[in-house]
């Protein structure tokens, strides 16, 4: 056969098969066009020696800077391409997770200001894109001067996972939560829970030996949350699962106590508000259910942002189930 491109799976008429040659062509338009754009974009990193590059100022970045025409030079092709490989960011869409739209197309996009927000396993902040916009905002409380972080890649997957992952930016993520699964994944019993998993052992009765050794290998707080999160596809799993349940429910935590966790170290995650409001459904109303209902809406603040009114959340939170 002569060398070509293949399908990799069934796609209907109008999928999506390439993008990046109008992006660049756009990309390097605006930066031929606009010294401004041309200016910020020449700040971005190519990925190498990024401790002698210079910090810009946040003002810069602020629409009413105007930029300077005296400072700034064209940008080669070869220097541009750089810039994109490193900093361009897919975008999964609140429609793609929510309204399950275009669940296979991701567009791609370069965010000046957000491109000089380093990745993190356990960050602090979270990146949302509406449109073409992107919207950067806190998961978690921040002292002034600490370092605004979010995920280039899944928090909700294994050690090895990510770090195959984090390989395809140039990165070896030395977060707290990475050196400390470093140690741990070396150990006998989480390698032997982890190829349980892979070779597809109760999904219940993982979850089960993680919690145990977790006791006996005295794993607490924050800890404990690194390694469900590593796990969180047997937790979830279990928890969909009517027959682990009936099996396994008694003796591993209940499904909101780890959500609440893994929360605390990932921050929100659409597919955490996903199962903790299926639950709800499941229980039905009732009681228990406001309350539920208010810890489902603080979730999706997390994850949406407070940009979004109560109402419209409330709105989201049915369409992120479904029926
Ligand atoms: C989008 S840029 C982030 C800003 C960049 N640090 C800078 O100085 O402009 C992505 C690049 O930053 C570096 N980077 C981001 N997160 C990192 C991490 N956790 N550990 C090491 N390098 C990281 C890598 O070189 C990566 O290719």
């Not at 401790?51 to 080669?76: A, H, K, T, W, Y």
């Not at 939560?177 to 597809?200: D, M």
């Amino acid at each position: 056969m002569e060398r070509s491109i293949l399908a990799g799976k069934d796609l209907s008429e109008d999928a999506q098969l390439a993008m990046w040659k109008n992006f660049i062509q756009k990309v390097s338009e605006f930066a031929r066009k606009c010294y401004k754009t041309r200016d910020l974009i020449g700040m971005l990193s190519i990925g190498e020696d990024e401790e002698e590059l210079e910090i810009p100022d946040i003002d810069l970045f602020r629409p009413e800077n105007v930029g300077n025409m005296d400072s700034c030079e064209m940008i080669d092709m070869e220097k541009l391409l750089a810039i994109l490989d490193v900093n361009s960011l897919t975008e999964d869409a609140v429609s793609a997770n929510v309204l399950r739209k275009n669940n296979d197309s991701y567009g791609v996009g370069l965010w000046l200001l957000p491109s000089f927000i380093n990745h993190s396993c356990c960050p602090n902040s979270r990146r949302l894109h509406v449109g073409d916009y992107l919207i950067v905002h806190a998961s978690k409380d921040m002292k002034a001067g600490e370092e605004i972080t979010f995920a280039y890649l899944d928090p909700l997957s294994p050690l090895s996972k990510r770090r195959e992952m984090s390989m395809t930016w140039g990165i070896q993520c030395k977060c707290k939560r990475c050196r400390f699964e470093n140690e741990v994944f070396a150990k006998q019993e989480i390698k032997e829970i982890e190829i349980g998993l892979e070779r597809g052992m109760d999904v219940g009765g993982v979850v089960y030996k993680l919690e145990e050794h977790m006791k006996r290998l005295k794993v607490r707080g924050k800890e404990k949350a690194y390694l469900r999160a590593s796990f969180w596809s047997a937790y979830c799993e279990a928890y969909r699962s009517d027959r682990s349940m009936k099996r396994w429910g008694r003796r591993i935590p209940a499904m909101d106590a780890v959500v609440d966790s893994v929360v605390d170290v990932v921050g929100g995650d659409h597919r955490l508000l996903k199962i903790m409001v299926e639950e709800l459904k499941k229980n039905g109303g009732g009681g228990s259910g406001l309350v539920g209902m208010e810890k489902a809406l603080k979730l999706a603040r997390d994850v949406y942002g407070k940009v979004v009114k109560k109402q419209a959340m409330k709105t989201l939170v049915e369409f992120c189930i479904g029926d």
